[in-house]
């Protein structure tokens, strides 16, 4: 498996970029957390950079839910990669790992699978069958064992009938016999282990010398119901247990187990992606040994109390970490209801996330059209940064197109080797996704998971109040617009000549206030239809608005009745020449049978309250009837 093509790279001042993505899910577990670090740390040491995009819970439900964290694999741009990594054991989706895969062959990226086996891909496999038996013999042929119990996963999972397999193989050539009353189905976790302890407990055989477990998790189970019965392990009964889950280091007695070396894994990852990078193919299979972990709940290391007085401390502090996070969490939930623009949200988010992180949204996202064009399904072409902080700063509003990931990336990648990416969503409707700075040593991806979970609530949330906050201000809007002509109604002019007449009244000068009124409506009515009346009072609304001036206000009051205001320093004679001159332009090009006409009348005044706008209106409107009269005795 060699590169078919030139990966593209990002270039600085400084050097070329080799990129690593991994597609992965729950990183925040010990298990994801371990192998992500151990590939990251190595990758680094050796010049790479590491581009991770991770949902926070795995994609084994067809949920909505699911069906949106797992738009992240839409983000990622082969054309910037030169390998992937998949690890379809914690996505626990094939259609989906499969989906990466096939893309990034497209795209000539060779793909590194962890933990299973993909077609045209390098497998990263783990040997449990060796190690674990080896733990079996230990029991047995070591500490001399003869009756022995054995808690085994889900019936028929393949991982657990190799282990049982082992099991029994020992048992043969110790020429002990196997009893299927010492076999139970603990299924890998807590509940069903705690049935199998209790039919061990009551069964009629003799009470085993040893429980030996598929996994960790049954075996502290297992410890931890021997311990409320009053057995001790590993005096009364040795229990061992398989993975060295981060949990067992909690457990007391700890337990003798094994468990990968992340180090050699990363390390050999990185070799082999080395050894391609100059040309030689990636192997079919990379294989990695787990090691036997010899501890306390077997006997042959003695349990130190001042070993389990460190471990609560740690775990203490662990806890009051969480704690204190998730009340930071509340307070930024709290903090962000408050908010009613990007900005305030923005610097309420900075404050909240990690030190360097991105939060990016689709450039639809407050829209309430839907851009149709999208990169990869499910992210609009160009991204928004609704927040980026960094260096105790930040900042909003850039956008940047949706391939560059990051805008400024390759500055980006000078100075951070390490980002993960995290799908932003409600159900299934994608908001956008956020980033951040890891290091590949220590992070807490848990508390990033807490963020990005608070974060997607929050952004629905403030999604939905700025969509309310429209729609009701388009409700304000309309019933202060005349709905035949689109201009102001009474209400709309009077609610708006405040601000004008506010500001007349700061710059030092007076308003014109006009009073027109259409001649012969009725006539028009009468001989040619209310449709031809209704197009006259449109087109005097409309030749209003355009002879204004900006800042103005015009209103139809009703009927034939209209009023426009205009700052003083406008001047009364060009609004006036202008209405006019519309007007005959209008019947000019008009096919009517009929012309429009006005009559208009206009008062100049300094109105400080709706009083004296109202007075200022009565005396125009004087002045416009007095007109009014003239045109009819023209007419007679």
């Known amino acids: 498996m060699t590169l078919t093509k030139e990966q593209a790279m990002f270039t600085s001042d400084t050097a070329k970029y080799k990129i690593i993505g991994i597609c992965t899910s729950c990183v925040q577990s010990d298990y994801v957390r371990e192998i992500v670090s151990s590939i990251s740390r190595k990758g680094v040491k050796e010049g790479y950079k590491v581009l991770l995009f991770n949902t926070f819970c795995d994609l084994y439900h067809n949920s909505s839910y699911n069906h949106g964290e797992a738009s992240i694999f839409d983000l990622i741009n082969y054309d910037i990669l030169h390998v992937l990594i998949i690890m379809p054991e914690a996505i626990k989706r094939d259609s989906i790992s499969n989906e990466i895969s096939k893309?990034?062959?497209?795209?000539?990226?060779?793909?590194?699978?962890?933990?299973?086996?993909?077609?045209?891909?390098?497998?990263?496999?783990?040997?449990?069958?060796?190690?674990?038996?080896?733990?079996?013999?230990?029991?047995?042929?070591?500490?001399?064992?003869?009756?022995?119990?054995?808690?085994?996963?889900?019936?028929?999972?393949?991982?657990?009938?190799?282990?049982?397999?082992?099991?029994?193989?020992?048992?043969?050539?110790?020429?002990?016999?196997?009893?299927?009353?010492?076999?139970?189905?603990?299924?890998?976790?807590?509940?069903?282990?705690?049935?199998?302890?209790?039919?061990?407990?009551?069964?009629?055989?003799?009470?085993?010398?040893?429980?030996?477990?598929?996994?960790?998790?049954?075996?502290?189970?297992?410890?931890?119901?021997?311990?409320?019965?009053?057995?001790?392990?590993?005096?009364?009964?040795?229990?061992?247990?398989?993975?060295?889950?981060?949990?067992?280091?909690?457990n007391s007695p700890r337990l003798t187990t094994a468990a990968v070396d992340n180090d050699v894994l990363g390390e050999k990852i990185i070799n082999a992606i080395d050894h391609m990078m100059n040309g030689v193919p990636l192997p079919e299979k990379i294989e990695v040994s787990y090691t036997m972990r010899i501890s306390q709940s077997c006997g042959c290391k003695k349990i130190d109390p001042r070993e389990v007085g460190d471990k609560i401390l740690e775990l203490y502090h662990r806890m009051n970490n969480s704690d204190g996070h998730e009340q930071h969490m509340f307070s930024y939930l709290a903090k962000t209801v408050e908010c009613h623009t990007v900005e305030e949200m923005a610097k309420v988010m900075a404050r909240s996330g990690d030190y360097y992180s991105w939060v990016c949204t689709n450039s639809d996202f407050l829209s309430n059209t839907r851009q149709r064009e999208r990169f990869n399904n499910s992210f609009t072409k160009q991204m928004r940064v609704f927040m980026q902080t960094f260096d105790n700063k930040y900042k909003t509003g850039e956008v940047f197109d949706t391939k560059d990931l990051l805008p400024d990336m390759e500055q980006v990648l000078g100075r951070h080797n390490c980002l993960m990416f995290s799908p932003l969503h409600f159900q299934d409707e994608v908001i956008g996704y956020a980033a951040n700075s890891y290091s590949p040593i220590y992070f807490l991806f848990q508390n990033t998971r807490r963020f990005i979970n608070n974060t997607n609530q929050i952004m629905e949330s403030f999604k939905n109040r700025q969509r309310l906050e429209r729609a009701n201000a388009e409700l304000a809007r309309i019933h202060m617009l005349d709905p035949m002509t689109g201009i102001y109604n009474r209400r709309g002019f009077y609610k708006n000549v405040r601000k004008l007449i506010s500001k007349a009244e700061k710059q030092g000068v007076g308003v014109w206030v006009f009073s027109i009124d259409m001649d012969n409506l009725k006539k028009i009515n009468d001989l040619y239809g209310h449709n031809e009346g209704d197009k006259a009072i449109k087109a005097v609304a409309s030749l209003m608005t355009k002879c204004t001036a900006e800042g103005g206000i015009c209103s139809r009051f009703g009927g034939d009745e209209f009023v426009a205001v205009i700052a003083e320093t406008d001047g009364a004679d060009s609004f006036y020449e202008k209405v006019f001159r519309s007007i005959a332009e209008y019947n000019r090009r008009s096919k009517s049978p009929y012309d429009v006409s006005i009559s208009c009348g206009y008062k100049a005044g300094k109105p400080k309250t709706l009083k004296e706008i109202d007075d200022l209106m009565k005396a125009s409107d004087r002045e416009m009837y007095t007109q009014k009269r003239k045109h009819h005795s023209r007419r007679d």
């Not at 496999?125 to 674990?132: A, G, I, K, L, R």
């Not at 509940?191 to 429980?211: C, D, H, N, R, Y």
């Open 103 to 250: 893309r990034a062959h497209e795209h000539g990226v060779p793909v590194i699978c962890v933990d299973s086996t993909m077609d045209n891909c390098c497998s990263v496999t783990f040997n449990y069958s060796d190690v674990f038996e080896k733990i079996v013999r230990h029991v047995i042929e070591f500490h001399g064992c003869r009756r022995v119990n054995f808690i085994a996963g889900v019936k028929g999972n393949a991982f657990s009938e190799e282990r049982i397999e082992a099991y029994k193989k020992v048992l043969a050539e110790n020429s002990i016999e196997f009893e299927p009353e010492r076999l139970g189905y603990g299924d890998f976790w807590d509940m069903p282990t705690k049935g199998v302890l209790q039919k061990f407990l009551e069964s009629s055989l003799e009470f085993p010398q040893a429980i030996i477990c598929a996994n960790d998790a049954m075996a502290i189970t297992a410890c931890s119901i021997l311990r409320e019965r009053g057995i001790k392990v590993p005096e009364d009964v040795i229990v061992t247990g398989f993975d060295g889950i981060e949990l067992e280091q909690y």
